[in-house]
């Protein structure tokens, strides 16, 4: 079980780069679930209606974020969805709180330690969920299809890569 809380938090995103991102591109229905929120009103969102932006620049390019709730940039708890295309990696890597992740579709891959080992991951699909504990050393990918996980955590959320060179935001852009 520990071993599947630790592959979860690969799962979950480069936070600091996601919330940067997705604060220039607050999307309109997040705008609108929290001023209902801040009114005491349900929060309610249709899966076939979020709105998706590019994953921020601490994410592979070709990933698709929407925030559900909170702010990821911001003290307190938050809820985001990131769609993985098929071939996604996220390279090892920690975050400053932990990590809960649900699959929502599709099939995610999730390692632990300082490799990502495409033979050494758990196969989670649609339904599984993981704990992934503050600091612990993950990876996450994609296979053949693409998946959507769920996260929820506490913000500001960050992403900090085991090797530099795997992280997005220093990579040299052609």
């Known amino acids: 079980m520990k071993y599947i809380a630790i592959v979860a938090a690969v799962t979950l995103i480069p936070a600091g780069s996601l919330i940067a991102a997705e604060e220039k591109k607050e999307s309109k229905s997040s705008s609108a679930a929290a001023a209902k929120s801040a009114a005491g009103e349900p929060n309610i969102q249709a899966a076939d209606s979020l709105e998706w932006a590019d994953a921020p620049p601490g994410l592979p390019a070709g990933g698709k974020?929407?925030?559900?709730?909170?702010?990821?940039?911001?003290?307190?708890?938050?809820?985001?969805?990131?769609?993985?295309?098929?071939?996604?990696?996220?390279?090892?890597?920690?975050?400053?709180?932990?990590?809960?992740?649900?699959?929502?579709?599709?099939?995610?891959?999730?390692?632990?330690?300082?490799?990502?080992?495409?033979?050494?991951?758990?196969?989670?699909?649609?339904?599984?969920?993981?704990?992934?504990?503050?600091?612990?050393?993950?990876?996450?990918?994609?296979a053949t299809e693409e998946a959507v996980i769920q996260i929820q955590s506490e913000g500001p959320f960050d992403v900090y890569y085991t090797n530099t060179a795997d992280d997005p935001r220093k990579q040299k852009k052609d």
Not at 73 to 82: D, N, T, V
Not at 123 to 130: H, N, Q, R
């Open 65 to 142: 974020l929407t925030v559900l709730d909170g702010d990821p940039g911001k003290r307190g708890s938050f809820i985001a969805r990131l769609k993985m295309p098929a071939d996604y990696k996220i390279m090892p890597h920690t975050h400053p709180a932990a990590e809960r992740v649900t699959v929502i579709s599709g099939t995610l891959y999730v390692g632990t330690g300082d490799t990502l080992d495409e033979n050494a991951g758990r196969k989670l699909s649609a339904g599984d969920f993981i704990v992934i504990p503050k600091g612990s050393k993950h990876s996450a990918w994609t």
